[in-house]
């Protein structure tokens, strides 16, 4: 561990369920919860590997996301298309500085921080790395506080489809982007839930051989 001079729960022989959040002391890695059943994992199995596959399918997804039209309006002057990017552009030169800003930030810096900040983690925790552990610690945590930020232009969009069908007039529609948006939406999530943050105390080939046989246990 990173800190021999603390006492962790691993060394204390304490497992907690990610279910029901019972502590257990001298449970084994794989035993089922008394209270709900659940599995007990020190670590959640194949934590690493997992999060590289959603990171990596987010971002083969994320250009698209931002090059496909995520709006399409139609009306009697013609049919416009609108990336995330074009419509932060409109917004802007249109005056309204505050909403281009917030769309800019929410739709794409947010998720372009996201996969950086878990690529980051996902590299450390597998190099079982004890640069800056607390701050690294405190950054998963920031995650977990802008991700319900990450899906403005999808609510955006459904909101407008939904508002704005005048037959005949005007009328918007999702494009394929808000998918592609979407879909990164959610495997950062996935990716940001399948990482355990416990791993980024866990340092030494000690720690190295507890997670190989932890990775190593069925689901």
């Known amino acids: 561990m990173s800190d021999p001079g603390v006492e962790t729960a691993a060394a204390l022989r304490l497992v ?40 990596v ?21 013609g049919t416009q298309q609108d990336t995330i990017l074009s419509g932060v552009i409109y917004f802007w030169v249109s005056g309204a500085y505050g909403l281009a800003a917030l769309i800019f930030v929410a739709s794409f810096l947010v998720p372009l921080f996201k996969l950086t900040a878990l690529v980051l983690l996902n590299i450390t925790a597998q190099r079982r790395s004890s640069w800056r552990q607390l701050e690294r610690a405190k950054l998963y945590r920031i995650l977990e506080v802008i991700g319900r930020w ?10 407008l489809a939904g508002l704005v069908r005048i037959q005949g ?20 999530m996935l990716a940001s839930l ?22 190593n246990e069925p689901i």
Not at 150 to 159: E, H
Not at 196 to 215: C, F, I, N, S
């Open 57 to 77: 399918a987010a971002a083969i997804l994320y250009l698209p996301a931002n090059l496909l039209p995520v709006m399409i309006t139609k009306s009697l002057l």
């Open 150 to 159: 990450s899906m403005l232009d999808v609510f955006v969009v459904a909101l």
């Open 169 to 188: 007039f005007a009328e918007i529609t999702a494009g394929v982007g808000i998918a592609a948006f979407g879909a990164v939406v959610v495997l950062t």
């Open 194 to 215: 399948s990482f355990d943050p416990r791993l980024t105390w866990d340092t030494g080939p000690d720690a190295l051989a507890e997670e190989m046989k932890m990775d």
């Open 16 to 55: 907690a369920c990610h279910r029901c959040g019972t502590t257990w002391q001298g449970a084994q890695d794989g035993e089922a919860c008394d209270r709900c059943g659940t599995r007990l994992h020190a670590r959640k199995p194949d934590s690493i590997n997992r999060t590289w596959a959603y990171l």
